[in-house]
């Protein structure tokens, strides 16, 4: 039984936990850094009580992919986990520091001000993490004999303070989105007006970054300019620009779910554009999806399990996000 049986379906896995994450936690990280930038106590209860049903299940996806990635991909696992290990501990720390301010700002009232702090530097600090993961994934890791070996700082360069940068605006612009689907009159404004700042430092954002990447990669800019590859894929930037464009108009507009649907599908073709940029790298520039992955039995055994929960875990979210629609309102919650 040939491994390549099974890699198509873990990478499909694999991608769909980091996509599901991405977007599910990162509007609540989003949502919990524009908290920082609320004017008063009650409108910063409307934006904890506007993620407060569905924030802490999101992170189900991080632990789903960083499950998959040591199951199916050990060789890829244990080559990046050593190579970001500072930016992962920080976030982790940032997540249960965020947790906790999420819990004691309703119990521990007097030092209220200080738990609202912690809430939303935990929510920045995370995305910046988050964001620098990703931008040190995207250079690659120096690897000798299998393993990584290079210096526990390799992650901090330009381009990945560069893609933390890029991530803040990326998680504030799906947080606001989120704002204007939830809430109302002030608040609602406000999330369209941090929306369109947030959106506008996506854009440049998005454009940096496909400057910068090919010309760090001969191999990605072969991808994306040698023809016919050029004519084929243009239809992602060029999606890209006119989804921005609809973001705007209904950030400016009176839509209620134009501006977190853009976002979205924003990030959709940002996932999209990485993945044709390093595929069918898993560690890229060293090793493919294939030749990272467990043995055909192993992967076997995993998927058995992993298709039992995968349908629990969504049918849990979804039911989360159904029970708890509608708006958030200071005198009544949801309705």
């Excluded at 993961?133 to 700082?153: D, P």
């Excluded at 760090?216 to 930037?237: D, G, K, T, Y």
């Excluded at 076997?300 to 399990?305: M, S």
């Amino acid at each position: 039984m040939n491994a390549l049986n099974f890699v198509p379906v873990w990478t499909i896995i694999l991608g769909a936990g980091i996509f599901f994450y991405v977007l599910l936690d990162g509007f609540d990280l989003g949502v919990g850094m524009l908290y920082g930038l609320m004017p008063d106590t009650r409108s910063r209860n409307i934006v904890m009580n506007a993620i407060a049903p569905v924030w802490d299940g999101n992170e189900t996806w991080l632990v789903l992919g960083a499950v998959a990635l040591l199951a199916a991909f050990p060789l890829a696992f244990a080559i990046i986990i050593p190579a970001l290990y500072f930016p992962i501990l920080i976030m982790l720390l940032a997540l249960v520091f965020r947790g906790v301010a999420f819990e004691f700002r309703f119990r521990d009232a007097e030092h209220k001000t200080f738990w609202d702090q912690g809430f939303f530097y935990g929510s920045m600090i995370a995305t910046v993490a988050q964001g620098m993961m990703l931008g040190a994934f995207i250079q690659g890791f120096k690897v000798e004999g299998r393993v990584f070996a290079g210096s526990q700082f390799d992650f901090l360069t330009p381009f990945s303070v560069l893609t933390g940068i890029a991530l803040v605006f990326g998680y504030g612009l799906l947080g606001a989105g989120w704002l204007v689907l939830k809430t109302e009159d002030d608040i609602q404004a406000r999330g369209r007006r941090y929306g369109r700042i947030c959106l506008v430092g996506v854009a440049i954002a998005i454009l940096l970054v496909s400057i910068w990447t090919p010309l760090m990669s001969e191999a990605v800019s072969r991808r994306w300019f040698s023809w016919p590859n050029i004519l084929v894929l243009s239809p992602v930037p060029i999606a890209a620009a006119l989804v921005a464009v609809g973001t705007w108009r209904a950030l400016n507009g009176v839509s209620q779910s134009g501006g977190f649907i853009g976002a979205v599908g924003l990030f959709t073709l940002s996932y999209a554009g990485i993945a044709i940029s390093l595929w069918p790298m898993i560690v890229p520039h060293h090793y493919t999806l294939t030749q990272a992955a467990s043995s055909p039995g192993t992967q076997a055994f995993l998927l058995v399990g992993t298709l039992f929960l995968l349908p629990v875990i969504l049918v849990y979210s979804s039911w989360s996000y159904w029970v708890f629609r509608g708006k958030v309102r200071a005198d009544v919650g949801y309705h």
